[in-house]
């Protein structure tokens, strides 16, 4: 296979496991209300070995869709402005989207009914 084939698919498939990981998540925990943030807590926790292994996949995807993106700016020109506007989005969305799921990740773990305190003086 040549290295467009193979960013081709890199590409196809980034996008089907990252966001298809989020709206199998959402499918899967029953489309809780995004206002309601005890009932995506519950929905998470309920099911967070689920909660786990979809999300973790989506990372994955994430990082290979940015990955095939910075394979098509290497191939193809990297003198071209919308790659470079490209590539100054991707990276921080990665970043961000990284740390979204390992909040929820961490939120499932937690589960419902616990309080979360940023420190140890209020139990």
Same mark, same amino acid.
């Given at each position: 296979?040549? %290295?467009?084939?193979?960013?081709?698919?890199? /590409?196809? &498939? !980034? !996008? #089907? $496991?990252?966001?298809?990981?989020?709206? /199998?998540?959402?499918?899967?925990?029953?489309?809780? @209300?995004?206002? @309601?943030? %005890? !009932?995506?807590?519950?929905?998470? *926790? @309920?099911?967070?070995?689920?909660?786990?292994?979809?999300?973790?996949?989506?990372?994955?995807?994430? !990082? $290979?869709?940015?990955?095939?993106?910075? &394979?098509?700016?290497?191939?193809?020109?990297? %003198?071209?402005? $919308?790659? *470079?506007?490209?590539?100054?989005? /991707?990276?921080?969305?990665?970043?961000? *989207? /990284?740390?979204?799921?390992?909040? #929820?990740?961490? #939120?499932?773990?937690?589960?419902?009914?616990?309080?979360?305190?940023?420190?140890? $003086?209020?139990?």
């Amino acid at each position: 296979m040549t %290295d467009r084939v193979t960013t081709g698919w890199i /590409l196809i &498939a !980034a !996008a #089907i $496991l990252g966001f298809g990981g989020w709206i /199998l998540w959402g499918a899967l925990m029953g489309f809780p @209300d995004s206002s @309601d943030g %005890d !009932a995506i807590i519950k929905a998470s *926790s @309920d099911n967070k070995d689920l909660t786990i292994i979809i999300f973790t996949v989506a990372s994955i995807g994430f !990082a $290979l869709m940015v990955m095939g993106f910075r &394979a098509v700016a290497s191939n193809y020109g990297n %003198d071209s402005v $919308l790659l *470079s506007i490209g590539k100054f989005m /991707l990276i921080p969305g990665l970043a961000i *989207s /990284l740390v979204e799921s390992a909040s #929820i990740i961490g #939120i499932a773990q937690a589960g419902s009914g616990r309080l979360l305190t940023p420190c140890l $003086l209020f139990p």
